[in-house]
């Protein structure tokens, strides 16, 4: 099997996990929760985002958060934007990275936005505009690019419409986001080598919603064909209140655990992630989505009295 001798994972939990949560996390407990996710080793953290408050109260405090944590050399925290006040709510709370999303769906994109997913990534100029005004670096997630619920196959040149929509404003870090959880390995295989052919100068993110367990070996698909970034969400928490369903994001712990044992380097550490994981067990008091966290590590097997 071929795999990459390392790869770079997202941690995603503290934005697509909590912002579906009903208990809200005080910024006292995100803040510890982010300091220890820096500790466990990673370099990219989603920390929040700039929806508004009203639409999404679980981040209505992202930009204290921000303000909280300060800048952390060599670590890239970065938020989730709607539109230009995003940018502006980056600029003034210290955010140096943002990401922008778009559905590839054409017609849920029809319906709530009246506009194709092309033109409303063309009407992204202005974001990118301000950004880099201002030293903020912007990236851009197509969701859905595998398939939806409402239409099923996503169509190849619909998704390679969005990705040079967004080469067009200037954004050339892309996630290929499968929110729906419908994504399935061969066709992950095939779309990753394809954007990756056509587009060299991009940069590809991969996020995967493990709603019907396919997770895992998407992301191992992606792997085998060259990818190296994922988003991944300790405790597995998340879902997608667009999406019948929708169950979070794949466990950080499983994805680390599985690269451990695999021999790809992540430079996380999965215990000091588990450990996060039962924290935020806690704080949301319920069951969380992963199987590492059940089971322990493999080995930890080793030498254990049985
Ligand atoms: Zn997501």
Same mark, same amino acid.
């Given at each position: 099997?071929?795999?990459?001798?390392?790869?770079?994972?997202?941690?995603?939990?503290?934005?697509?996990?909590?912002?579906?949560?009903?208990?809200?996390?005080?910024?006292?407990?995100? #803040?510890? +929760?982010?300091?220890?996710?820096?500790? !466990?080793?990673?370099?990219?953290?989603?920390? &929040?985002?700039?929806?508004?408050?009203? !639409?999404?109260?679980?981040?209505?405090?992202?930009?204290?958060?921000?303000?909280?944590?300060?800048?952390?050399?060599? #670590?890239?925290?970065?938020?989730?934007?709607?539109?230009?006040?995003?940018?502006?709510? !980056?600029?003034?709370?210290?955010?140096?990275?943002?990401?922008?999303?778009?559905?590839?769906?054409?017609?849920?994109?029809?319906?709530?936005?009246?506009?194709?997913?092309?033109?409303?990534?063309?009407?992204?100029? &202005?974001?990118?505009?301000?950004?880099?005004?201002?030293?903020?670096?912007?990236?851009? /997630?197509? /969701?859905?690019?595998?398939?939806?619920?409402?239409?099923?196959?996503?169509?190849?040149? %619909? #998704?390679? !419409?969005?990705?040079?929509?967004?080469?067009?404003?200037?954004?050339?870090?892309?996630?290929?986001?499968?929110?729906?959880?419908?994504?399935?390995?061969?066709?992950?295989?095939?779309?990753?080598?394809?954007?990756?052919?056509?587009?060299?100068?991009?940069?590809?993110?991969?996020?995967?919603?493990?709603?019907? &367990?396919?997770?895992?070996?998407?992301?191992?698909?992606?792997?085998?064909?060259?990818?190296?970034?994922?988003? /991944?969400?300790?405790?597995?928490?998340? &879902?997608?209140?667009?999406?019948?369903?929708?169950?979070?994001?794949?466990?950080?712990?499983?994805?680390?655990?599985?690269? %451990?044992?695999?021999?790809?380097?992540?430079?996380?550490?999965?215990?000091?992630?588990?450990? +996060?994981?039962?924290?935020?067990?806690?704080? +949301? %008091?319920?069951?969380?989505?992963?199987?590492? +966290?059940?089971?322990?590590? /493999?080995?930890?097997?080793?030498?254990?009295?049985?």
């Amino acid at each position: 099997m071929k795999l990459p001798s390392s790869v770079t994972l997202c941690e995603v939990g503290l934005r697509d996990g909590l912002q579906n949560e009903k208990t809200l996390l005080s910024t006292d407990e995100k #803040v510890e +929760l982010l300091r220890g996710l820096i500790d !466990a080793g990673y370099r990219v953290i989603e920390v &929040g985002s700039f929806m508004h408050p009203k !639409a999404v109260p679980q981040m209505a405090d992202t930009d204290e958060v921000y303000r909280r944590i300060g800048a952390v050399p060599g #670590v890239e925290l970065r938020a989730l934007i709607p539109n230009l006040r995003g940018v502006q709510r !980056a600029v003034d709370c210290g955010c140096k990275k943002v990401k922008l999303n778009v559905s590839a769906s054409r017609m849920h994109n029809l319906k709530n936005l009246n506009m194709t997913p092309e033109q409303s990534v063309a009407g992204f100029a &202005g974001c990118v505009e301000a950004a880099s005004a201002n030293g903020i670096a912007i990236s851009g /997630s197509i /969701s859905m690019p595998f398939a939806s619920p409402w239409e099923g196959r996503t169509p190849v040149e %619909d #998704v390679d !419409a969005i990705i040079e929509a967004y080469l067009k404003v200037g954004i050339r870090e892309i996630s290929l986001s499968d929110a729906s959880g419908m994504a399935v390995p061969n066709q992950v295989s095939e779309l990753c080598a394809h954007v990756q052919e056509k587009y060299p100068e991009a940069s590809w993110w991969l996020h995967f919603h493990n709603t019907r &367990g396919m997770a895992m070996a998407n992301i191992l698909a992606a792997m085998e064909v060259g990818m190296t970034q994922f988003d /991944s969400s300790f405790g597995g928490l998340g &879902g997608c209140p667009f999406v019948p369903g929708a169950a979070g994001n794949i466990s950080s712990e499983d994805v680390i655990h599985m690269c %451990d044992e695999m021999g790809v380097e992540t430079g996380v550490d999965v215990v000091k992630v588990m450990a +996060l994981s039962r924290r935020l067990r806690d704080l +949301l %008091d319920h069951n969380l989505e992963s199987y590492v +966290l059940r089971a322990g590590r /493999s080995s930890d097997l080793i030498g254990s009295k049985s």
